[in-house]
């Protein structure tokens, strides 16, 4: 009888998991970026001197994509 090899992640799996990962981090990176562009413009827009409009996307962004990324793990 010949010991039994550890189990071990296929490739396939893996690279399934490196898909994964990697969308939520785009998707992420993508939720903060557009809302931190959003707030820029809107700053622009009204001439403001302090960033009020991108600060506060910013934060509201990144709950969501904290949000996406939870609601995503969890599935």
């Known amino acids: 009888m010949s010991p039994e090899k550890p189990k071990t992640d296929s490739s396939a799996d893996q690279a399934s998991n490196v898909a994964k990962y990697s969308g939520i981090a785009f998707t992420m990176l993508a939720i903060i970026g557009l809302s931190a562009w959003f707030g820029t413009w809107l700053d622009g827009h009204y001439h403001n001197k302090t960033p ?11 709950f969501v994509a904290l949000y996406q990324v939870i609601r995503s793990l969890t599935k």
């Open 52 to 62: 009020y409009y991108t600060v506060s996307l910013m934060l509201v962004g990144l």
